[in-house]
Every structure is written in structure tokens, then in C-alpha cells.
């Protein structure tokens, strides 16, 4: 049985799918999905515009005839990993970019076989229209914003609390100038879509944990209404010991090659002496990380940390579980 239902009956059992697939070719899955999602595509890239120039250059017609034919091959491989991965009292949802051809005949071949199909009206389009509107229109949240100079320990207790939301996780990228170490960065929409739904599973009663970011992390631009937010929520500063500090983000330099870590230090030229910069170069070609990250965090970051706004309380970091219990009595306190 195949059922279409509106976006927000499929948003509001989100949790009860045990398969949500993407019908939608790999390339536009990639730039984007609904979190959790599967790419079973009914045309791959190639495919996709095979249909889209017969459509425009020839007839729609031959165009659903070539597609149909794409569909059925795709639909034949995708049913060997669906099944028997998930059975027919597996509950699955089906989504395209539109909610048009690929999920309705994708998801009429596996609700013939026998599978419960939920086809998403509208597709992805819908679904973008919700999370571009929420986050527009963010709802209140308690937030408990953590604020400090680099390497203090921010992201390692956002990792050991509840009702938190990590944006240089989502966002995979550190928050300075070396942020992008760790890799590519997801696209604006696929950021945005995480977000929501990390914000959807807050509990909005309870304290929420977020760390002081500027309004842009990377590439990626934060939303204002979230933004605003994050600033006006309960501040709490966090300090560390410096060989603590050093300690932290020592890593980080480890991660980079000399080209890498040479082209980032050339951004920082404005900001940092010409000899603390021949110095951090020297002690990362000679492998002193522990030195790279003592002149970085002393002589860059910490003089261009800056922030306008004093936090309501400031604790140390020198001991990472007392300060979650600190953390977690101060949340338990801020509730509405």
C-alpha cells in the first residue's frame, strides 16, 4: 500500500520510520538531505539529466518512457539492499526533490512487493520550505552559552552534557582560521537542515548548551534569530590553565601538512609579529606542536578574542568533571 501524506504528518512520525529514502539522484542528495535519509535513487546523476534533456528537447513522453526504464533497473539493485535489511512491517517513507515521478514510481514498485509506503507530498521542496521557515521564526529556547578563549575546553563539555547543540560538529569546522582541518564542510542547506533538527529535539523547558560562535563558522552563516539568541542567553565564561590549553589544541596542528598550516599562517600575517610568525613556522617544521600552540594561543587568538558582552559567571576548567556537575546544577536551574 502506497499512502501520500502532507510534510507535517511526515515530520511529526519522523521518529517512527525505520527507512526514509531519497529518491532523488546522489548529487542532489549529497548537496543536501533530510537527516537520517537513504539515497535508494530512481535515477542516478547521469540519468537524471538524460530524462531532464529528452523532456525539454524531445517529448515529455519519450522522456517518462526512458525514465520508467532508468527507474526499474535502479529499482531491481536497490530491492537486493532494501530486503532483507527491512521487511513489510518495516514502516518506510519515500521522498523526491518535488514529490513528483521518482518517488511515486520508486515507491509504487516496493509497495507492489509488499512494503508500506508513505510518499512525502511535495518532496524535499516541502520539506525545505519547513526548516527555512522555523529557523526564520525560531521558537525561545533557554540557552546557556559557553564563551572563552580558545582551547579552554568548550566543545569537550558540550560532548559530556544533555540538550546541547554543537554547531562546529554540524558545521565540521573548528571556528578559526585552521577550522577546516578536519575536512569539507557541509553545504548552507545541509547545515541548516541539521540544525533544525537538533533544535527540534531540545527539550525548550530545560536549559540548552550552546558555545559562543561568531555569526559565520567556516563557510557556513549562522541564523540570526539563532544568533540573537545564542547571544542573550545565560553567559557563562570559561577559563583553563594555559598548559591545558596548549594541551588541547596541540592536535589540531598535528592534522596539517606544511602546506596547509603555511597558506592558514599567511591569513594571520595582519594579526600576529613577523617573528612570532617565522617562529610558529620553524616549530612546526621541526615538530614542537606544543610550541606552535603555545605562540598561536597567546600571541593570535587570545588578542583577537574579543567580546562586548560580560558573562553572567566564569568558571575554570582545570577540572573537566567538576566543571560538567557545575554545568549540569546551573542547567537544572535555568528552566522556565
Known amino acids: 500500500m502506497i499512502r501520500t501524506i502532507p510534510i507535517e504528518t511526515f515530520l511529526e512520525s519522523l521518529d517512527s520510520y525505520d527507512l526514509i529514502i531519497d529518491a532523488r539522484s546522489p548529487h542532489e542528495y549529497t ?27 524531445v517529448s515529455p513522453f519519450e522522456a517518462r518512457v526512458q525514465g520508467a526504464s532508468f527507474v526499474c533497473l535502479n529499482a531491481a539493485r536497490h530491492i537486493h539492499d532494501i530486503y532483507p535489511a527491512f521487511t513489510p512491517n518495516s514502516k518506510i517513507a519515500i521522498y523526491c526533490a518535488r514529490g513528483g515521478m521518482r518517488s511515486s514510481s520508486l515507491g509504487t514498485i516496493l509497495s507492489s512487493i509488499g512494503y508500506p509506503i508513505d510518499r512525502v507530498i511535495g518532496g524535499y521542496k516541502s520539506y525545505r520550505s519547513v526548516i527555512v521557515s522555523y529557523l526564520e521564526n525560531l521558537p525561545s529556547f533557554n540557552f546557556i552559552t559557553l564563551a572563552g578563549y580558545t582551547g579552554c575546553g568548550k566543545s569537550d563539555l558540550l560532548c559530556e552534557l ?18 577546516d582541518v578536519i575536512g569539507d564542510q557541509p553545504g548552507q542547506k545541509e547545515f541548516q537542515n541539521r540544525l533544525a533538527h537538533a533544535l527540534f529535539a531540545l527539550q525548550r523547558d530545560k ?39 596548549i594541551e588541547r589544541i596541540r592536535f589540531m596542528y598535528d592534522q596539517m601538512d606544511e602546506n596547509f598550516f603555511r597558506e592558514r599562517m599567511e591569513r594571520i600575517s595582519p594579526y600576529i609579529s ?27 587568538y587570545d588578542k583577537v578574542y574579543k567580546s562586548a558582552l560580560k558573562p553572567s559567571l566564569s568558571i575554570c576548567n582545570d577540572d573537566p568533571a567538576k566543571t560538567v556537575e557545575t554545568l549540569k546544577g546551573i542547567q537544572n536551574e535555568y528552566r522556565r
Open 274 to 300: 613577523r617573528e612570532d610568525k617565522s617562529e610558529s613556522i620553524t616549530a612546526f617544521e621541526n615538530g614542537e606542536l606544543s610550541r606552535v600552540a603555545e605562540i598561536l594561543l597567546t600571541q593570535y
Open 207 to 245: 536549559g540548552a548548551f550552546i558555545e559562543a560562535e561568531s555569526k559565520r563558522i567556516g563557510k557556513i552563516n549562522l541564523p540570526s534569530t539563532l544568533y540573537k539568541q545564542m547571544e542573550s542567553g545565560l553567559r557563562i565564561e570559561i577559563t583553563a590553565p594555559l598548559e591545558q590549553r
Open 162 to 179: 544533555d540538550n546541547v547543540i554543537d554547531l562546529e560538529k554540524m558545521a565540521n569546522h573548528y571556528g578559526s582560521v585552521f577550522g
Open 31 to 57: 548537496e543536501s538531505h533530510i537527516p537520517l535519509s537513504q539515497n535508494f535513487y530512481a535515477l542516478n546523476d547521469e540519468e537524471h539529466h538524460q530524462v531532464g534533456t529528452t523532456y525539454k528537447q
